[in-house]
């Protein structure tokens, strides 16, 4: 039996969270020989909550979970973690500025960060879900100056995976067949999923569409809005799926892609124009615990305009926090 794996996984009463770790605890996320020990965090105030959902897990009996801890202090659910998971965020509530949300959450994931960086696995991958994710992302990656900055990414894939089923069902063919898909950019309605160098069974997925109008007006719209039509159809804001993308997310990353592109958010190299830094939607592939970015590829007009715009709002986000990252 292998040793288990320290999982922290933050916001774990929340929606997403009761959609998660039942996954990773029957080994979804990193594989089914895999045992893990889930150290789960949360506020004061859902302690209960968490209680709660820890004695649903015992009543699963997953051979391999290993142990868990529950908290509220994240240098006691971060110690030694090797996989965190952030979901836990402040929402918008009624009447708060966009301002007052990013400063809100920009506090929580400074805490978190520097909490990583004093008691987590030296190689600890951390994705962070929680919104905004990418600017969350990018201060808690600035909190730890002591771990790799290429271990700090962003949840992207659930823009992916809603992007490969728009193809999938405009083209008439499987999901699993689409390869070379890509989202660039922020979580967030600005994100651009491409589909240039995409291929289904080998043949290029712009030449079976054919059709730039459909790109431009439907299907990143739709990709883009999907989040809201979920909100409004539903009533609550998308769980599943985004508990889905995160276990694609991490089980990729901690167990290669075999060639096949994914997205990820990860601290750009400078690379197609990002700068160095901003936490950014890429194409990547995996392989033996690391991520490589895909590269080369050509940027047209159309991309960079999308590129450019998805970047200008990340760099606002980026300028509403600054104060606290001096
Ligand atoms: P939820 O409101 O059901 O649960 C959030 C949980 O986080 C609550 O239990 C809350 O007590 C906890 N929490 C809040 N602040 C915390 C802190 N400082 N430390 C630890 N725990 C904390 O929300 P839900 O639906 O689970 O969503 C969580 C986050 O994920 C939201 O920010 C949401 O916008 C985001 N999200 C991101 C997606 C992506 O693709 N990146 C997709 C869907 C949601």
């Known amino acids: 039996m292998k040793n288990p794996v320290r999982v922290a996984v933050t916001g774990a009463a929340g929606q997403i969270g009761y959609a998660l770790l039942f996954r990773i605890a029957s080994g979804e996320m990193l594989g089914k020989d895999q045992p893990v020990i889930l150290q789960l965090l949360d506020l004061p105030q859902a302690q209960n909550a968490v209680k709660g959902v820890m004695m649903e897990l015992q009543d699963c009996a997953f051979p391999l979970l290993a142990g868990m801890t529950a908290s509220d202090d994240p240098e006691v659910a971060f110690k030694d973690a090797q996989v965190a998971i952030l979901v836990g965020a402040r929402p918008r509530s009624k009447g708060m500025e966009r301002a007052d949300l990013l400063q809100a959450n920009a506090q929580i994931f400074t805490v978190q960060g520097a909490a990583l960086n004093k008691v987590a696995d030296r190689n600890v991958k951390v994705l962070v879900v929680g919104n905004p994710a990418n600017t969350n992302a990018y201060i808690a990656m600035k909190s730890a100056p002591d771990l790799p900055a290429k271990n700090f990414t962003a949840m992207l894939r659930l ?28 979580h967030s309605p600005t994100m651009y999923a491409d589909y240039r160098f995409a291929t289904i069974n080998g043949q290029s997925v712009k030449d079976m569409i054919n059709d730039q109008q459909w790109n431009a007006e439907v299907f990143l719209p739709t ?18 799926s985004a ?3 995160a276990i694609d997310h991490i089980r990729d ?19 197609y124009g990002i700068p160095e830094g901003t936490v950014f939607g890429f194409p990547v592939t995996c392989e033996n615990g690391e991520y490589q970015l895909v590269r080369g590829l050509e940027i047209d007009e159309f991309s960079r305009e999308r590129i450019n ?6 760099e606002d986000e980026k300028a509403g926090v600054a104060d606290l990252l001096k």
Request: aromatic share 6%.
């Open 243 to 245: 508990a889905n993308a």
């Open 159 to 186: 823009d992916h995976n809603r992007a490969a089923s728009q193809i999938a069902e405009k083209t008439g063919k499987a999901v699993a067949d689409i390869e070379k898909l890509c989202v660039w950019g922020n």
């Open 223 to 240: 990709v883009g809005k999907r989040g809201a039509a979920i909100i409004e159809a539903r009533g609550l804001s998308s769980a599943a």
């Open 309 to 314: 715009a998805t970047l200008q709002e990340l």
């Open 253 to 271: 990353w901690w167990l290669g892609t075999n060639g096949k592109w994914v997205t990820m958010g990860i601290p750009s190299d400078g690379s």
